[in-house]
């Protein structure tokens, strides 16, 4: 099948600044791709030129076999970090609007349904997103693209709009979704993740997580482990009261650790803790 998004090597300048840096990605249909990244990786400048909002300074977008347009625009669903919701107007007026301007004939969720209504600035979060959400599947799109979609929000409603995710997915229709919910990253067929504005690792969790070192250390007194080996510039996390040192030898964790008391043994990476260390790589 042909890919819903092609993206070939792509960078986007803001004078002396890079935000996107050769960035290369595809979304085939039915396919659920995870843009992850730290605030600041590029990754919203990446889809504001996936939409055509922003031309790219070198490289390429298509979209549909084709360059973004308002007839690209038509076929696609977005929700962006925003939501794109007015505040000031009711939920069925939202979606009145926006159904009026895509040819769309959007339906509430029963969860929220009853808040037809309702001012959506006067309505919780996890509404407003199920809402933004039902703005963006009015019009049956053949693909969808969520920046952050299920941020700030309740795990419950984090979960119910997951399933909506899998659900339209299943029917064919290819995503892109933007989150930096590691349950959430699992969730997703293929990831690509970005560090100061460029792709440094693509493909399955199994890939991200490949060939990443983390050696657990077990000490008496966690507290002295951590600030020794932080001191020591390694890339140390915590699970628990647990030490974890992401892409260090064993040699070198005994020797941050000095005079203190401690076991070690190798296992294996958490995608957070591989993504940390290919950030590091990355930047």
């Known amino acids: 099948m042909p890919e819903l998004i092609e993206v070939m090597g792509v960078t986007q300048r803001f004078g002396s600044f890079t935000a996107v840096d050769g960035v290369s990605l595809t979304v085939e249909p039915g396919e659920i791709v995870g843009l992850l990244g730290a605030n600041g990786a590029g990754k919203t400048?990446?889809?504001?030129m996936i939409l055509g909002l922003l031309a790219p300074t070198s490289g390429e977008v298509r979209i549909f076999g084709g360059r973004p347009s308002r007839a690209t625009r038509a076929r696609l669903g977005y929700v962006p970090q925003g939501l794109g919701l007015w505040n000031d107007m009711t939920v069925a007026e939202n979606l009145d609007f926006i159904d009026g301007t895509f040819g769309g004939r959007s339906h509430l969720p029963d969860a929220v349904a009853g808040?037809?209504?309702?001012?959506v600035g006067g309505i919780g979060l996890g509404a407003q997103r199920r809402v933004a959400f039902a703005a963006a599947l009015g019009h049956a799109p053949q693909l969808l693209v969520l920046d952050e979609p299920t941020s700030g929000v309740d795990p419950l409603s984090r979960a119910r709009l997951w399933d909506q995710i899998h659900e339209q997915a299943e029917a064919g229709v290819g995503v892109l979704v933007t989150t930096h919910y590691m349950q959430e990253a699992q969730q997703c067929d293929r990831l690509v993740l970005m560090s100061h504005g460029r792709a440094v690792a693509e493909g399955s969790e199994a890939d991200i997580t490949a060939g990443i070192c983390v050696i657990e250390v077990d000490a008496l007194r966690w507290q002295d482990a951590f600030a020794a080996l932080t001191d020591a510039g390694l890339l140390t996390m915590l699970s628990g009261t647990r030490v974890r040192v992401v892409g260090a030898s064993h040699?070198?964790?005994?020797?941050?650790?000095?005079?203190?008391?401690?076991?070690?043994a190798s296992v294996g990476p958490t995608l957070e803790e591989a993504m940390a260390a290919r950030e590091r790589v990355g930047a």
Do not use: H, K, P
């Not at 400048?45 to 504001?48: F, K, N, Q, Y």
């Open 45 to 48: 400048t990446l889809i504001r």
């Open 115 to 119: 808040l037809s209504d309702r001012l």
């Open 251 to 264: 040699t070198q964790v005994r020797d941050a650790l000095g005079d203190v008391e401690a076991a070690l």
